[in-house]
T-cell receptor, first 114, second 113 residues
Framework: DSGVTQTPKHLITATGQRVTLRCSPR?????VYWYQQSLDQGLQFLIQ???????AKGNILERFSAQQFPDLHSELNLSSLELGDSALYFC?????????????FGPGTRLTVL | GDSVTQMEGPVTLSEEAFLTINCTYT??????LFWYVQYPGEGLQLLLK???ADDKGSNKGFEATYRKETTSFHLEKGSVQVSDSAVYFC????????????WGLGTSLAVNP
């Protein structure tokens, strides 16, 4: 158990819909990262937050957005869903954001878009 | 840009065999290097890491040495078990690259009894 929690574990929805994925980092970690894992593209970094502020952006679509709240939990919002958005979405946390920091991963949310 | 290349799988071994999964990287500066493991149906777990040249990361019988001269971070284990069956990901994180993890494509390992 990494200490990072994600809800829900599974999500099935239809194209065009909007969903929210939630992540609670390990106690004491200030940085949260979101990743997408799909069969055709592997693991892709989406976005990072540090202490409530966006720190880095990766391959995140404009239909996707995220935020980190004062209690440090984070939400990833996916809208106008397409079939290709079906994937495993992982959240990770680290103490700060230094390149030597270890990122600890949650169990993931499996999103299926029908 | 920075990148990670892993040997393609799947790798199939018998129990107690020696394992090597090759990982090489391209990066500017001095990245930190990581191996993560993903067991079936689970999330990613850090297996080991090394943050500077010649460092050796080790955990659960797995080892990897950060070789700057060959830009490699090969994963090894002397005697694999059935429970080691998983997908192994090599990754790097560079101070100059927004500190995001850059991943290899993963190598699937199946260990047969």
């Amino acid at each position: 158990d990494s200490g990072v929690t994600q809800t829900p574990k599974h999500l099935i929805t239809a194209t065009g819909q909007r969903v929210t994925l939630r992540c609670s980092p390990r106690s004491g970690d200030l940085s949260v990262y979101w990743y997408q894992q799909s069969l055709d593209q592997g693991l892709q970094f989406l976005i990072q937050y540090y202490n409530g502020e966006e720190r880095a952006k990766g391959n995140i679509l404009e239909r996707f957005s995220a935020q980190q709240f004062p209690d440090l939990h984070s939400e990833l919002n996916l809208s106008s869903l397409e079939l290709g958005d079906s994937a495993l979405y992982f959240c990770a946390s680290s103490v700060a954001g230094a390149h030597t920091d270890t990122q600890y991963f949650g169990p993931g949310t499996r999103l299926t878009v029908l | 840009g920075d990148s990670v290349t892993q040997m393609e799988g799947p790798v199939t071994l018998s129990e107690e065999a020696f394992l090597t999964i090759n990982c090489t990287y391209t990066a500017t500066g001095y990245p930190s290097l990581f191996w993560y493991v993903q067991y079936p149906g689970e999330g990613l777990q850090l297996l080991l890491k090394a943050t500077k040249a010649d460092d050796k990361g080790s955990n659960k019988g797995f080892e990897a040495t950060y070789r700057k001269e060959t830009t490699s971070f090969h994963l090894e284990k002397g005697s694999v078990q059935v429970s080691d069956s998983a997908v192994y990901f090599c990754a790097l994180k560079n101070a100059g690259n927004n500190r995001k993890l850059i991943w290899g494509l993963g190598t699937s390992l199946a260990v047969n009894p």
